[in-house]
């Protein structure tokens, strides 16, 4: 005889004992097999309104984890398993017995097969708040033994305890979430995405002066920008500076790769859905646009986005609202759009790949931001920024020099993955750091090289070690000698270098170059 009392109050303290739910139904099935002919305990959300049957955690005696299967059933199918409902609440007692899976219907038996459980005798048990089946815990029989009236009595008795485990796993799981999703809003602060002296972007007094003027001239207004430029050139560093600088800076600066979003999920991440508007959707979701409200989203790669996205996309530009997936009501945004690609978006609208109305909402005030080829002025405070960063990051004791030789090697690079490249480069160059000193020139590919001044200059012995401003000082003599001089034109120094010959002057001046 057994005492159910003890019963109950072991096994609810295995239940409600872990938070990981696949966990708890793995030790509760440990001791209950003691008194019932279990082996496999499943437990399953009813989702039928939403088109299927989701599990949510198997166990047996050795493993208990968490699922996310789910079974998408037809409307013929749903009613078949809304009569399962009705079955398992209305039966003789508060648990379900089926000695045959014969005796269940098509979807159940198709659910069995699904998780290669085909020939057991199933006991399950339904999980209800407010007359409302909101899951069933399932047992399976070992092979050859079957279920009596006793078994169904005692795990009768755990209907309140798997409630509360699976309320808190749902609520578990939420909070992860939640957490992922403020992780997404505020990764871009976390990456070494930009570094300011002050407000200051590297390179904005020198290769991107002109650059940083437009986005200071158009920071304190709410106009869309498009920026535009190679993969890799800090688009989304002039997008936060663009957002920093403006009246909503305390505001949420929103982040949407384009390309990243699978098509069947972008109106979802965009615009939100609302709970039961798809398989799967459990809980009303704020979208992308929702969540920027009064602050700035960007738009990143928008020459990703499938031309129906493209379509609702104009609407919330034109109209500044827009409506969760499932939902009616419309929702009011106020945003700022920052939107940026690397592809060429008047080819792709002659193409039929992007919408040329979509573009000139988009194109209100463009910005080119320029490769790093094209200001290579910039790159030794880069390459002091990126070495400061990344030997704090890998806790160096000290910060490793850079040997002359190899500065003129980078300047010399072609740099086709631009401002992301050199900082990989630069990590591993740390990594492969022996002797305090970094050396990039081996893994540097020049086939692609397509600069003016070849790697020459390297220190015969390899130890000739300069300031950064003695580098550039030394740079810019050499590109002068080759122009005579000459500053400005075609064949002058600051076109050879890739920047205006005013910022070129002013380099000349603060590094005292006669």
Known sequence: MVDEKT?????????????????????????IQDYLPAETMYCELMEPEQGGMRFIAVATADEGRVMDLILPITEEEALLMADLKEKILSGSGPAYIIQNIEDLDLVSQRLL????????????????LNEQTVGVITLLAKLGERFDEAHAQLLSLLTEPFLVTLSNAMKHQEVIKLRDRLADDNRFLHR???????????????????????????????????????????????????????????????????????????????FGHEKGAFTGALKQKSGRFERAHNGTIFLDE??????????????????????????????????RIIAATHRNLEEMIEQGLFREDLWFRLNVFPITIPPLRERTVDIPALVQHFTEQKSKEMKLRDIPSIDDGEMHSLIAYDWPGNVRELGNLIERALILSKDGILRFTPFLNFQNKNSVVPNTDRAKD???????????????????????????G?????????????????????????
């Open 462 to 488: 390899g130890t000739d070690i300069q300031t950064l401003d003695q580098v550039n000082i030394a740079y810019i003599k050499r590109i002068l000698d080759k122009t005579n001089g000459k500053i400005h």
């Open 113 to 128: 097969r699904l998780v290669k459980e085909p020939e057991k005798a199933v006991l399950a048990i339904p999980l209800a």
């Open 302 to 335: 928008i020459g990703e986005l499938p031309l129906n996205a493209q379509v609702r996309l104009l609407r919330v530009i034109q109209e500044k609202k827009i409506e969760r997936v499932g939902g009616t009501d419309t929702i009011s945004v106020n945003i």
């Open 7 to 31: 019963f109950f109050h072991e096994a609810t303290i295995r239940i409600c004992g872990q938070l990981e739910i696949g966990q708890a139904m793995k030790d509760c099935l440990k001791y």
């Open 490 to 514: 075609p064949d002058g120094a600051a076109n050879l270098l890739g920047i205006n010959g005013n910022t070129l002057r002013a380099r000349i001046k603060k590094l005292g170059i006669s």
């Open 192 to 270: 070494e995405l930009y570094r300011m002296t002050g407000d200051k972007i590297i390179g904005s007094d020198f290769g991107l002066k002109e650059t940083m003027e437009l986005v200071d001239r158009v920071a304190q207004t709410n106009s869309p920008v498009l920026l535009l430029g190679e993969t890799g050139v800090g688009k989304e560093v002039i997008a936060y500076n663009l957002h920093y600088q403006s009246e909503r800076h305390e505001k949420p600066f929103i982040t949407v790769n384009c390309g990243a979003i699978p098509e069947n999920l972008i109106d979802s991440e965009l």
